[in-house]
Structures are given as structure tokens and as C-alpha cells.
């Protein structure tokens, strides 16, 4: 089994950023892509970003220029940088971890999933 855990998320005004944090323990994965996805409320969870091991990324289009996916190995964690936040992104963002060399975009592709972390964005 992985664990992951997220923090990192609050409340902030539209323009502001935030950056949140996952860190993955339990069973080591010698190569694993982690992401995040997202879901408001009344919505479907939706993929935000994904990053493989190797530091390739992908972003879904709404996040492309504003949201920055990057993680640390060494520490096994994975960050997501939030800039220019709008209030459609407010939402429960969820970590999520798997193996394989791949990027993968879709909630079924994803055994592992952290318990969310709240971001709401005031206009």
C-alpha cells in the first residue's frame, strides 16, 4: 500500500497562489507517476497534472501557464504550484500515485489516492 497526504490548501483571493504538497510512504515504488486531480462540488473529479518519474509533466488545458507539477524523489513528495487562481478552481484537490513509466490522465488508472485538500478561491 502507499499513503499519501496533501496540505497545503486554504482559502485565498483570485490572483493569489498556493502550493500544495503530497507525501507518499509505505510501500516503495521504484518508479511511479503521481498527479492531481481535482473535484467541486455537484462535479465530476477531473485530472489537473501528472508528473512521471523521470520529471516528464502534463497538464490538463486549463491549468497550462497557471499550475507547475514538480516532485522530489529523495523526499517522495510532489508539489503543485498555483498561480493566478481563479475562482473556478476552487475545489477538494486529491494526490494520486501509481507505477509505471507512463502519463496517465484518467481517475481508473489510479490505485492510490490521497484525502483531499480544500482550496476555495474568492472573486
Known amino acids: 500500500q502507499v499513503q499519501l497526504v496533501e496540505s497545503g490548501g486554504g482559502t485565498v483571493q483570485a490572483g493569489d497562489s498556493l502550493r500544495l504538497s503530497c507525501a507518499a510512504s509505505?510501500?516503495?515504488?521504484?518508479?511511479?507517476?503521481m498527479g492531481w486531480f481535482r473535484q467541486a462540488p455537484g462535479t465530476e473529479r477531473e485530472f489537473v497534472a501528472t508528473v512521471t518519474w523521470s520529471g516528464r509533466t502534463y497538464y490538463t488545458d486549463s491549468a497550462k501557464g497557471r499550475f507547475t507539477i514538480s516532485r522530489d524523489n529523495a523526499k517522495n513528495t510532489v508539489y503543485l504550484q498555483m498561480n493566478s487562481l481563479k475562482p473556478e478552481d476552487t475545489a477538494v484537490y486529491y494526490c494520486v500515485a501509481r507505477e509505471g513509466f507512463g502519463t496517465y490522465t484518467s481517475t481508473g488508472e489510479y490505485p492510490y489516492w490521497g484525502q483531499g485538500t480544500q482550496v476555495t478561491v474568492s472573486s
Open positions: 509505505g510501500r516503495t515504488v521504484i518508479s511511479s507517476a
